[in-house]
């Protein structure tokens, strides 16, 4: 790291009219350079999603965005089946050389809807993924996500396992509501993004 990288970040942030303090670009080139995830942590509105938007911006990839909640499961996050399309290649193969086919012959990559983790993964370099409040999805969740965060890889029982070409840049947000689990915050380098000072607001 060199601080005329720092600082060509700070620049690029700024003309994105995000003003970023030294610690938070110091963060960001750290992941960019390592390809490691960002966790940020601090109270709503302080600008964590912003500057995964802005990052995006500047660095011209695709922002992709799961936006987590209580509840949010695997399929909603990652792939579901095509279930129509399904439905019409059988029709169209006939009942006996569906039958004769199998199960296997529905569920190729051909009948996988992305949904924002496989299209990040698929990406690779050219997407930012921003996975945005991810202290509201429960423990399940938070757990699914440590081979994506520690190998950048996902396995769909159905085709087997899907490695992104290069890691895109992720960007993990939380506003601390609950505390997130230690194999989640070891996959990620960290910062805490607090309120400016009056003086740096004017």
């Known amino acids: 790291m060199t601080a005329s990288g720092v600082a060509a970040l700070t ?17 960001v080139h750290v992941a960019l350079s390592l390809r490691r995830p960002l966790l940020l942590e601090g109270e709503p509105g302080v600008g964590k999603t912003e500057i995964a938007k802005v990052l995006a911006a500047v660095l011209d990839r695709e922002l992709i965005r799961l936006q987590c909640y209580e509840g949010i499961d695997v399929h909603q996050a990652l792939y579901e089946w095509d279930h ?10 006939g009942e006996r050389e569906a039958a004769g086919a199998g199960v296997s012959a529905l569920f190729g990559p051909e009948f996988l809807l992305e949904r ?3 299209r990040a993964l698929r990406a690779g370099e050219r997407a930012v993924l921003l996975i945005d409040e991810i202290d509201r999805a429960d423990d399940e969740f938070e757990a699914f996500l440590l081979e994506l965060l520690s190998d950048f890889q996902i396995t769909v029982p159905e085709i087997g396992t899907i490695t992104a070409p290069a890691p895109p840049l992720v960007v993990l947000t939380s506003n601390r509501t609950r505390e997130l689990h230690d194999a989640l ?5 960290y910062h805490w993004i607090d309120y400016p000072s009056a003086d740096r607001e004017v």
């Open 11 to 27: 620049g690029a942030l700024r003309g994105g009219a995000y003003l970023a303090d030294r610690g938070l670009a110091t963060a």
């Open 84 to 93: 129509a399309r399904q439905l019409l290649h059988i029709r169209a193969m």
């Open 116 to 118: 924002p983790l496989l």
């Open 185 to 189: 915050k070891r996959r990620c380098l």
